[in-house]
Structure formats: C-alpha cells, structure tokens
C-alpha cells in the first residue's frame, strides 16, 4: 500500500526532496527554520517548559526584575514573564495558523474560480478585491474588530479577512496561467466539472506558490494581530498575548523596562523567522534555479 | 603601409564562473586599416561579441578579466589608458552598435534626449546645437520626418528605425572606428538589407572603419573589404574577402563555406562540420579545431598553429601551411 | 497630453472603487455588529437615546435604502456623532489631522531621503559589508512591531540618554504657534521662532524615524533589487559604450528604470504608514488622528472608529491614484 502510494506520487515527492535539500543548503533558509521550530517547540511543549504557572497570582513577587529565579522579571501580578511568554508563543501560533487556513483556504478557491471562469465573475471579484485593498490593513482590521467586539478570535477573524485578497490574487493569477495548459483542456473534453478541476487541477498547481505566501503571511497575521491586542481588540486580559503584554508593560515602561521588551522581542523574532523562511522558499521554489 | 588604426595584439579574456575559467579569447591578433570594413565571422560563442566589447573595455571585470595583450589605437594602448581617456574614446572615437536595437535604448527616455546627450557629452555644444546634428544624422540614415522622430520614445519605432536611430547616435561624433555587433541579426531580412545599405553608404560618406561583427557569411562577403574568421577563442584566418571566400586556407573556414547549401544545383545532402564547438573551460590543446578536422596530423593535438602569411594580406593559423612557431611570419 | 489623459482615466475608474469602500465600511458598521444602534450611541445611552438612534439611521428599512440614507448623509459630511463629546465625527478629524499629516510627511520624507541612497549604494556595492547590512535590515525592518519599536526608542533615547522628549509635539512650557496649516514646523517658521521650531523638530524625530522604520526596510530593499536588474540591461552598456560617466549612467539612465518599481511599492506602502501611524501616535502621545482612534477603541467609540476608517480609506485611494499617475510620468509606456 505503502509502494502504490510512493508510485503515484513519485513526482511529487521528487519535488518535495529537491525542495528539502536545497532548503538545507541555504543558509537563511536553516536560520529561519530554526527560529521556527524554536517558536513551535515552545508553543507545543509551554505546559511543560514553563518554569512556573502563567496564570499564578504572587503579589510578593510583583515587578521584579530578571533574575536567576525569573528570567525575564514578573509583571504587575507578580507572574513569571518567561512562562507568560511560553504560552504566548502557543496563542500567536494559533492565531497565524488560523489566519492563513481562513484567508489562504477562502482566498485561494476564490482566486481560482476568478480566474478560471473568467469574465464577468472574474471582473467581480477582483473588483472586491480591489476595495478591501483599498483599506491599510491595520484599519480594517481595527474597524472589522471593533464591529465584532474586542475578543481574540473576532481579531482572527479580521485578520484573515484583510489577508483574503492576496490569496485570491496570487491564486487568479496562476489559474490564468494555468488554464491554458493542455491537461486542462483534456480534463474537460473528459467531462469534468469546473469545480472538479479547480479543486484537482488548478489549486495543486499553484501549491508552491501559496506556500511562500503562507508562510509571510503567517508572519504578518502575527504582527497585526499583535498591533489589534496592544489597542485593545485583540486578546483580551488576562490571556498572555505577546501584544497585550507589551501593552501592558507599556505602563511600568521607566521603571520596569522588562515587562514591555521581552514579549515585543519575540514578536520580532517570530516574525523574522517566518520572513526569512518565506523569502528563502521563494529564491528556492523559483524554477529557473531548481534545474 | 600606413600604420593600422586598431591593432589587437595578443588579446587574451577570461571569465572566472562557478564552472571552471572560460578562456574565452586566446592570444587573439586584428588589425583595422583606416577607411576599411574589416568583417569578423564565426558561430555563436566563439567570441565575437566579447572581443569587441573588449575594445572599449565594456567586459564587466569581475567576473571577467583582460588577462594580457594590447589594443593599439593610433598607437595609444586602450587598455592602459585612464577613465578620463577611455570615457572620451567611447562614442567619440570608438563607438559600437549592439544587437538587440529594443533593448540598446533606454525605454524611459526620448530618441532625442539620448542623442543628444551624447553629441552634448563629447563636442561641448549646447542642447539646441546638439538638436540639430542630432537632425543631421537621421537625415543621414534616411529617417522621415527627423523632428518629430526624436520626440519620440524608443518603443514607439519600429526594430528598423530603432537601429538607424543608434547608427546615427554613434556616427554623430564622427568617430575613426565604429564596431558593429551583429547590427541586422535581430531584424527581418526586409529590413536588414536596408539598414545594412544606409550603414555602407554612410560609412563610405565618412570614411569611418567598421569592425563588422556577423555569423552571416553572405552578408561579410557583400559588404566587407578584409574578414576574419574566428574559432572558439581565437582567430584562424584573414584576409581579403574575395580572395578569402574564392580560396579559403583554414578547414574551418572551408567547413563554413561549403556547409552553406547551394542555391542552384542539384540537392545534396547538406554539408557539416562533425562535431561541437568546445567548451571553453577546458579546450582541447594545440589547434582549438583539430578534433573537429578532417586534415589534422602530427602537431595539430600538441602544438598551437600562428598566423602566417599564405599569401599578401591572407593568413592562416594552421600547421599545414608550416605555421607552428613563432609570432606573424611570412 | 497623454498623461492628463492618463490621470483622467485612473480618477474615473477610482470612483466604483471609492463607491466600493463606503459600501464595504456601511456593511461593517451596520450589518456586522448585533446592534448597530446600540453600538453607535455606546453602552452608556439610555433606552430612549438608542429606540431614537435606531429610527433615524432608519435600522428598520431595508439594507439597500439604509445605505442609501448613509451615502446621502456622506455627501453632506456627517460621519456621525463621536459619542464621548457629542461632536460630529469629521470635525473631530479636521482637528487631529494636520498633526498626522505632519508625522507622516516627515517620516515618508525621511524615508525618501535615506532609502534611495541606501538602496542604491547597495545594489552598486553588492555582497560587500553594506550590502548584507542593509539586507539585515531589511529583514528586520517589515518584521518589526512598530509599537514596539516605538518603546524601545523611548528607553533608549529618552529614558537612558535624554537626548529627545518623549511625548507630545512641543515642550509642556511652550505655547503652540498660531495656526496657519496646523503643522507645527511650518508654523512655528511663519511664527519665526527658532526656539519653538527647534524644540518641534526634537519632538517630531522619534515618532518620524519609528514611523519609517518599516518603509524604510521595505523602500531599500526594492530599490536595491530593481537596480541590480536594471544595471544588467543593455541600455545600460550603450550609455557607457557611448562614454558617459559611470555616475551618470547609475542615476540618471539606470535610476530612472529603477524608481517604477520602487513608486509601486510606494503605494502599497503608505498604507503601512497610515497603519502604523495609529501605533506610533499612541506611543509618542501624539495628537493625531491614529492616537484618536486608539482612544476611541478604549471608549468604544464606534461612530468615531467608523468614521475615521472610512476617511483614511478615502485618502488611501486618493494617495494610489496620485502614485499610478506619478508611475505613468516615470514610465512612458504605460500611457498608452
């Protein structure tokens, strides 16, 4: 069973070895992985790493600075920063995660059927596109979170839908692309439905691509969501969200500088890792080099 | 004999890549007289193109590199000169006209405004001055309606007028020497024979020496007074065109020559040269042609041919006219 | 003149897009949440002052005639009340705005100014020191939580260095200059007071540069890799063929190529600055639009969050369209 799958799907494990072993040849690339895989360590395994509980209440042990015993110093409730920051990584994780399904599953198959079908549907849901587009990012999200109310999950939702269009557009232009190929037209003198070949032909195809996009996407869903929880919409008190920390820290900022740069300093570093991973796919999954 | 306008002695280019070191040109050896169309003929890659980039130093130095020889202008060695110098042999003294006329030019700027940059650079007049020879020229070239064209931006001209347009900007400084890569290759055959005739005429009118850059052998024999041939780095053979084409020396050169098929006569089978033309990271030593000749014998595999004389003003790199040793012998 | 033309055209086709984001704003503020009336008058209204709200914004009509009520009320300028003080949502605005637009003038200057070069030199210089550092920089520069950012500054330059305040557009002591365009630095120079300009100037330094950072990382990076290509092309072997001076051919043949991709981008990049002016402004205590709206998030303020969405929207599609039509300028087949 194993060796009919390997059969069936040799090109595309081909692909995914060259892929791998270039990864492995990039510098940047392994840096960013690296980074990754810290962050999702941390996020997968917080209950265990966490040197202390991140919801316990210490009024003794409030504000103090890095230590040996609390490495990044305790905020205002005399919590473990370090083990707050352990379980951020698992909530920023969920968040980016969650967008990129939601925005890059809608965005794709809408990008696709824009693309594919063409004409006035085509002309329809670019023009959509076009308005959301139309809105900095960080405003529509605000406006989106602010209309749902300031919950974590109402901010995901915002998140992906402002992230919608890039899918939708990368996605189009491939299908445009793609559409013209002759297994394209076999498919359908075969009688297949234009859903059917979106879904098996079409979106497969621009796989690669949509990756890249996921990962930088992945990075920025992270940053907004981030920006959302320091006003106030995103994650809601006492859940230890990088961004809402900073926000928090941001009272004790002259006295305690700890609280604010620690949570913010990982946003950075995730964000980094992801762009660099994302940047490194792209120079790699580029196929003029993967000759 | 009047000393030559250009000398090319001994020219050697390399260029380091993630392959290897591509000797690119060998100890290569031209001469320009003045007022001469010297043609310079042999297949892609064989170095053509950068030797004549090499004359105005136009060969990126990383990662390529002059590795020896001189370029005697009027006895001024141009590879030794100082920017100031070679800035003013460029487009003034020298100049070159590329392949690809679409991409020669810049796109975001009008005909005119380049031309007259040029013609401002080198003969310090003012802008309307420069205008005016700018006219000059495209009249020259037989371009219609001359004022309107330099208004104009470079993908509003059709290939042909886009290359008249850069045969004007570089004969407007009146310059000794103008280098033509490959001028007509990128045009439709209508309109190579056009804009070939209009290069001839005016360069005649000026009395500028043309290095004509072609794998076309038909167009070298109209057009050019000497030619040489060249093969994978190096140059095999040169001399006059009419006596090069009715007797030539070279194998390589009797390859090119019969290969081309007969336009007339009875169909036979077309005639090849068997083989590949050499990578040059790694080119066979002795003769670059010999595992490629029909003739090769004893030194061909060991020993690199010179030119020598075969005849006045035709020579050979070629150890069956006894051409082993030495430098230009007669 | 083809470029006229140009920008006629592109102003045209702007219109369904402008029709597009009031419709997409009316669908946010009264489709989206539970109760539109109730969210527009806040928690704190009466029984009555919402029954009240919800006839006059005609919440009982069907959609399409509410957003027509909505639209009509756009035309005449009435984004709503702010419900914290009562006052219509686009004075408000008028107020806040000159401070927002000077920050992020100065900031897009700034970015300009050093971005450009920095792009250039490193594309001239490549793989060499400058280069990978500006690479670095890059990376980091649109991984960056400009809030963040912002209260790093703040550590570094005010609370260890006190070199620069830390809040505010003037010194506590001073008084604002009299009000001309509402832009302080230029204020303060109709005002002719060194001192005051001066002491604006430090004050609008952190919250500038905080600002740019981003844009900054992303203007370098695109300018380095749109001249490396274009310094390949052949264009650029004629120029020095032709025996111009190589500082000539970089900016002059090869800048002007270089600078299309870098003025799309452009676009797409205010809208960074307009988003991250919301977060610098509440860091720096600065009293601009992006501080307002933050403050009406924490008074839940929802006529004033939607009216100030909709007018950023609106000066968002605006700055694009100056963009398309600065980009047809540089690039002379596009107007055709």
Not at chain 2, 301 to 310: F, S
């Amino acid at each position: 069973m194993w060796s009919r799958f390997r059969r069936e799907h040799q090109w595309q494990i081909r692909e995914l070895l060259l892929t791998l072993n270039l990864l492995s040849r990039n510098a940047s690339a392994v840096a960013g992985c690296i980074i990754v895989a810290i962050m999702v360590f941390m996020a997968v395994f917080a209950s265990l790493l966490s040197p202390y509980d991140p919801i316990r209440i210490s009024l003794a042990e409030r504000l103090k600075p890095p230590s040996a015993v609390h490495l990044f110093g305790t905020d205002e409730l005399g919590r473990d920063i370090l083990s707050r920051i352990m379980h951020g990584a698992r909530i920023s994780l969920r968040i980016g995660v969650l967008v990129v399904l939601i925005a890059g599953g809608l965005g794709a198959l809408t990008g696709a059927i824009s693309g594919y079908v063409g004409q006035q549907v085509d002309n329809l849901i670019m023009r959509v596109m076009d308005v959301i587009l139309s809105f900095p990012p960080l405003v529509l999200a605000l406006a989106l979170a602010a209309a749902l109310g300031p919950d974590l999950n109402n901010a995901i939702l915002a998140v992906a839908f402002v992230m919608i269009p890039k899918f939708a557009r990368l996605v189009r232009g491939e299908a445009l692309a793609v559409k013209e190929r002759q297994f394209i037209a076999a498919a359908r003198a075969a009688g297949a439905k234009r859903l059917w070949i979106i879904l098996h032909h079409i979106l497969p195809n621009c796989l690669a691509s949509v990756i890249v996009l996921a990962t930088l996407v992945l990075g920025e869903a992270i940053l907004i969501a981030a920006s959302l929880s320091f006003i106030g919409l995103g994650a809601q008190p006492p859940t230890p969200e990088w961004g809402a920390m900073v926000s928090v820290g941001r009272k004790f900022l002259m006295d305690q500088w700890w609280y604010a740069t620690f949570p913010g300093l990982f946003i950075l570093t995730t964000v980094i890792g992801f762009n660099i991973l994302g940047d490194a796919m792209r120079d790699i999954l580029d196929p003029r080099i993967r000759r | 004999m009047a000393a030559p306008l250009l000398e090319i002695k001994r020219l050697s280019v390399q260029f380091f890549t993630h392959q290897g070191v591509v000797r690119a040109l060998e100890e290569v050896d031209l001469a320009i007289e003045p007022g001469e169309i010297m043609g310079l003929v042999g297949e892609t890659g064989c170095g053509k193109s950068v030797m004549a980039r090499s004359i105005l130093r136009l060969i990126p130095q990383p990662p390529g590199k002059i590795s020896d020889g001189e370029i005697l202008f009027k006895g001024e060695d141009i590879l030794k000169v100082r920017r100031r110098r070679l800035r003013e042999i460029r487009g003034n003294d020298i100049s070159m006209i590329f392949q690809e006329p679409m991409s020669s030019l810049n796109p975001v700027f009008t005909v005119g405004n380049q031309m007259e940059e040029v013609i401002v650079l080198h003969q310090g007049v003012d802008r309307k001055r420069a205008r005016r020879t700018a006219v000059e020229m495209l009249q020259q070239v037989n371009m219609p309606d001359p004022e309107q064209v330099l208004s104009k931006y470079p993908h509003e001209l059709s290939g042909g007028m886009r290359q008249r347009v850069m045969i004007a900007m570089e004969l407007s400084c009146r310059p000794d020497l103008l280098i033509a890569d490959e001028p007509t290759t990128a045009l439709d055959v209508t309109v190579q024979a056009q804009v070939l005739t209009i290069l001839v005429d005016l360069v005649k009118r000026l009395g500028t020496s043309v290095l004509f850059i072609s794998h076309d052998l038909g167009v070298i024999a109209q057009l050019c007074d000497r030619v040489s041939v060249m093969y994978a780095g190096r140059i095999v053979e040169t001399g006059p065109v009419a006596r090069l084409f009715a007797v030539p020396r070279h194998p390589y050169t009797r390859g090119l020559l019969e290969a081309i098929p007969p336009l007339d006569g009875e169909r036979e089978l077309l005639q090849v040269i068997p083989g590949i033309v050499p990578h040059l990271v790694d080119p066979p030593p002795g003769c670059r042609f010999h595992p490629r000749c029909a003739e090769r014998f004893g030194p061909c595999d060991a020993i690199v041919p010179r030119l020598g004389e075969v005849d006045t003003g035709h020579r050979v790199a070629c150890h069956l006219y006894g051409n082993g040793r030495g430098g230009m012998g007669s | 003149m083809r470029l006229l033309n140009y920008a006629l055209k592109r102003l045209l086709y702007s219109i369904p897009v402008l029709i597009g984001v009031t419709l997409l704003v009316f669908i946010i503020s009264h489709a989206i949440p539970g109760d539109p009336a109730r969210m527009m008058a806040g928690q704190k209204a009466s029984r009555e002052a919402v029954q009240n709200l919800r006839r006059s914004m005609g919440l009982d009509r069907p959609l399409p005639e509410q957003y027509l009520r909505y639209v009509a009320g756009l035309a005449q300028g009435d984004l709503g009340k702010a419900i914290r003080n009562q006052r219509p949502v686009l004075d408000d605005l008028k107020d806040f705005f000159p401070a927002t637009l000077e920050l992020t003038s100065m900031s897009m200057i700034f970015c300009i100014a050093v971005g450009l070069p920095l792009g250039v030199i490193s594309a001239l210089h490549r793989n060499r020191p400058i280069d990978h550092t500006t690479r670095v920089f890059s990376v980091v520069g649109v991984s960056m939580p400009v809030f963040w950012l912002g209260l790093m500054l703040l550590l570094l330059f005010y609370r260890d260095l006190g070199w620069l305040p830390g809040s505010g557009r003037l010194d506590v002591g001073l008084s604002p200059p009299p009000h001309v365009t509402g832009m302080y630095l230029v204020d303060t120079l109709f005002e002719g007071s060194r001192e005051k300009f001066v002491n604006c100037l430090l004050h609008i330094l952190l919250p500038a540069f905080c600002l740019s950072y981003v844009y900054l990382a992303i203007i370098t990076r695109i300018v380095r890799s749109a001249m490396i290509s274009v310094l390949g092309l052949d264009y650029i072997t004629t120029a020095r063929a032709n025996g111009i001076r190589e500082a000539v051919v970089v900016l002059k043949h090869g800048l002007k190529n270089a600078l299309i991709p870098t003025v799309t981008i452009t676009g797409l990049s205010i809208g960074e600055l307009l988003g991250g002016a919301i977060l610098t402004e509440t860091i720096f205590d600065w009293p601009g639009m992006g501080k307002y709206v933050v403050d009406s998030v924490n008074f839940l303020d929802f006529p004033a969050i939607m009216g100030f969405t909709l007018v950023v929207a609106l000066i968002y599609v605006l700055l694009n369209l100056a963009v398309d039509v600065l980009y047809a300028f540089l690039d002379p087949q596009i107007r055709y």
